[in-house]
């Protein structure tokens, strides 16, 4: 899945399918939706999603972060509402169990109270849940305090579902690249076991709204 988002005021758009996937347009509130504010490349295939193994650090036998003590952050309180700007409903950030200038390891709820439709639609969703969806995204911010991290593509993503009954998973990211105030990174999903549930290569982050440091911060920003 290639994905490059931007602000759009409607919707609008279209597919055009070929043998083994698809090209998808979500086009914006001008009249004839003419400008393509949001595409996506789908491909289907047979092969899983590779699994290299917990970061470094992380054990199976402790599962994805298991047995690491939390940063003393409590996103409720001192990162909803300041540096992380996300309403209620994209508010899954429960805690870390690291947090550095360029990686993090965060849990991140999965279960939602609110419904994403009207009650004249369905209420399933066939590709995951978008609250913790975003939250894999800004749970990053940790690593850049002094901006606002707004996604701008990602390279390859191994959807996935955690599993039954889970209320929560352990997000990895790592910093692969930067350059001026472009950042990228791979984000690991993985359930409380150790097992792989999904995974992101090659997210493209712009910070924005730069600081100028001085926070103020908790002390472990």
Not at 18 to 36: H, K, L, M, R
Not at 83 to 109: N, P
Not at 113 to 135: E, I, K, M, V, Y
Not at 160 to 181: F, N, Q, W
Request: aromatic share 6%; charged share 20%.
């Amino acid at each position: 899945i290639v994905v490059r988002p931007a602000c759009w005021t409607g919707i609008g758009g279209g597919a055009r399918t070929g043998a083994g996937g698809g090209d998808v347009v979500s086009g914006g509130g001008d009249p004839g939706c003419q400008a393509a504010h949001c595409s996506a490349t789908l491909r289907g295939t047979t092969e899983g999603q590779p699994d290299r193994g917990p970061p470094s650090g992380e054990s199976a036998g402790t599962g994805a972060g298991g047995g690491m003590p939390r940063v003393p952050v409590d996103p409720g309180r001192d990162l909803y509402g300041g540096m992380l700007f996300q309403g209620k409903r994209f508010q899954r950030v429960l805690g870390y169990q690291a947090m550095a200038a360029t990686s993090c390891v965060a849990e991140i709820s999965t279960v939602t109270t609110d419904s994403w439709f009207s009650a004249f639609f369905p209420a399933g969703l066939l590709l995951g849940d978008p609250g913790a969806r975003d939250a894999f995204m800004h749970a990053i911010q940790c690593c850049v305090p002094n901006a606002t991290l707004l996604p701008e593509g990602v390279a390859r993503i191994y959807p996935g579902s955690p599993p039954d009954g889970a209320t929560s998973v352990i997000l990895s990211a790592k910093e692969r690249h930067r350059e001026g105030d472009s950042y990228t990174y791979d984000l690991d999903v993985r359930d409380h076991s150790g097992a792989l549930v999904e995974r992101w290569e090659g997210l493209r982050l712009r910070a924005v709204r730069k600081q100028d440091g001085r926070g103020p911060w908790v002390p472990a920003l």
